[in-house]
């Protein structure tokens, strides 16, 4: 499978009056072509940092990439100008962002901002733009496209607001699509709907997905692989089915616990107890050490190494490697 998108030790933090926030701490992944990899976590724990990272929207101040490579394609983003990543964006990687209900501009018609991007990034006529347009609506479900561009975001409910955004990120026929929280505030009608609507959108168009979610009933539907995030890391990265039915990590383990399940009685829901780590004065060690039912001692001192369990399957965690609890007793022995 050919790589289209290579995060490797990816740092980004905030400037703020009472200190620094590392929001994003040596974050690794990457991305296949025709793939979707979601990334699961608290909120809080970097998830939307690393995907605005991507894009290079971090406000700079306070934000800023203090370290790492984002790989797009052979193309270091990270070094890339401003007027390099106009272009990539939306022609080549798209995003969708959290709340539709803010992402569409009330004074424009639905028509003028979906062409807007055709017309920027392509060298086509208002009259092909505009026939792209019905095109992308017709794909995205909306009725009646023709009469429906020339209405305005208040006129569309918070379902048809998410497809007009989700066809806009389309448009331009991107290789990347990252979607941030597609589903938050739908009803779960909606949702299914949306999900469906990736799936098909995939198939057709072959767009590789990143989809930043909490919710684990949207990874089960559409992921094919999964990466766990916790205070600013990835703590484990597998298939869909070894993160479901083989979790390593505890947290990983919590996560998976604490999601509602009609096979069983409501008294066995476990919620993670605690809070994540102040992001100001990090952890040392495994930053989930303080809400971990497991955690040694070693947890607290030393940050775990990264133990490979199969080709597809990574978790940084100490109870998962007995060669790394020997290496790290020792180094603590002689502190």
Same mark, same amino acid.
């Given at each position: 499978?050919?790589?289209?998108?290579?995060?490797?030790?990816?740092?980004?933090?905030?400037?703020?009056? @009472?200190?620094?926030?590392?929001?994003?701490?040596?974050?690794?992944?990457?991305?296949?072509?025709?793939?979707?990899? #979601?990334?699961?976590?608290?909120?809080?724990?970097?998830?939307?940092?690393?995907?605005?990272?991507?894009? *290079?929207?971090?406000?700079?101040?306070?934000?800023?990439?203090?370290? $790492?490579?984002?790989?797009?394609?052979?193309?270091?983003? /990270?070094? #890339?100008?401003?007027?390099?990543?106009?272009?990539?964006?939306?022609?080549?990687?798209?995003?969708?962002?959290?709340?539709?209900?803010?992402?569409?501009?009330?004074?424009?018609?639905?028509?003028?901002?979906?062409?807007?991007?055709?017309?920027?990034?392509?060298?086509?006529?208002?009259?092909?733009?505009?026939?792209?347009?019905? *095109?992308?609506?017709?794909?995205?479900?909306?009725?009646?496209?023709?009469?429906?561009?020339?209405?305005?975001?208040?006129?569309?409910?918070?379902?048809?607001?998410?497809?007009?955004?989700?066809?806009?990120?389309?448009?331009?026929?991107?290789?990347?699509?990252?979607?941030?929280?597609?589903? /938050?505030?739908?009803?779960?009608?909606?949702?299914?709907?949306?999900?469906?609507?990736?799936?098909?959108?995939?198939?057709?168009? $072959?767009?590789?997905?990143?989809?930043?979610?909490?919710?684990? $009933?949207?990874?089960?539907?559409?992921?094919?692989?999964?990466?766990?995030?916790?205070?600013?890391?990835?703590?484990?990265?597998?298939?869909?089915?070894?993160?479901?039915?083989?979790?390593?990590?505890?947290?990983?383990?919590?996560?998976?616990?604490?999601?509602?399940?009609?096979?069983?009685?409501?008294?066995?829901?476990?919620?993670?107890? @605690?809070?994540?780590?102040?992001?100001?004065?990090?952890?040392?060690?495994?930053?989930?050490?303080?809400?971990?039912?497991?955690?040694?001692?070693?947890?607290?001192?030393?940050?775990?190494?990264?133990?490979?369990?199969?080709?597809?399957?990574?978790?940084?965690?100490?109870?998962?490697?007995?060669?790394?609890?020997?290496?790290?007793?020792?180094?603590?022995?002689?502190?």
């Amino acid at each position: 499978m050919e790589k289209i998108l290579n995060v490797k030790d990816l740092h980004v933090s905030f400037k703020t009056y @009472g200190g620094e926030v590392q929001a994003v701490r040596g974050v690794d992944f990457h991305l296949e072509k025709g793939e979707t990899l #979601a990334i699961v976590g608290e909120s809080g724990c970097g998830k939307s940092v690393t995907s605005n990272s991507i894009m *290079r929207l971090i406000p700079s101040p306070p934000g800023k990439i203090t370290k $790492g490579s984002i790989s797009y394609r052979g193309q270091d983003l /990270t070094q #890339a100008t401003e007027k390099q990543m106009r272009k990539i964006r939306g022609l080549d990687i798209s995003m969708i962002f959290q709340d539709p209900m803010t992402a569409l501009n009330p004074t424009l018609t639905i028509g003028s901002q979906l062409i807007e991007g055709l017309l920027q990034h392509k060298p086509v006529s208002k009259k092909e733009a505009k026939l792209k347009a019905l *095109r992308m609506m017709d794909l995205v479900g909306i009725p009646n496209p023709e009469e429906r561009m020339k209405q305005y975001p208040h006129q569309f409910s918070g379902g048809m607001r998410q497809r007009i955004v989700i066809a806009m990120a389309l448009i331009c026929d991107p290789d990347l699509l990252i979607a941030d929280e597609p589903t /938050t505030a739908l009803d779960v009608t909606i949702q299914a709907q949306i999900l469906e609507l990736f799936e098909r959108i995939q198939e057709k168009t $072959g767009v590789s997905i990143i989809l930043i979610t909490h919710d684990l $009933g949207v990874v089960a539907k559409i992921a094919d692989r999964i990466a766990v995030m916790y205070a600013g890391k990835i703590i484990e990265v597998g298939t869909k089915r070894e993160i479901f039915y083989n979790p390593q990590h505890p947290y990983t383990q919590g996560l998976l616990k604490s999601v509602p399940r009609l096979d069983l009685r409501e008294d066995t829901l476990i919620p993670i107890e @605690g809070t994540p780590p102040d992001l100001f004065a990090p952890p040392e060690g495994c930053p989930f050490t303080a809400r971990c039912p497991f955690a040694m001692e070693v947890c607290d001192k030393i940050y775990p190494f990264h133990s490979k369990l199969t080709a597809t399957h990574n978790v940084e965690c100490w109870l998962q490697d007995e060669r790394g609890k020997r290496v790290a007793a020792s180094a603590i022995a002689s502190k």
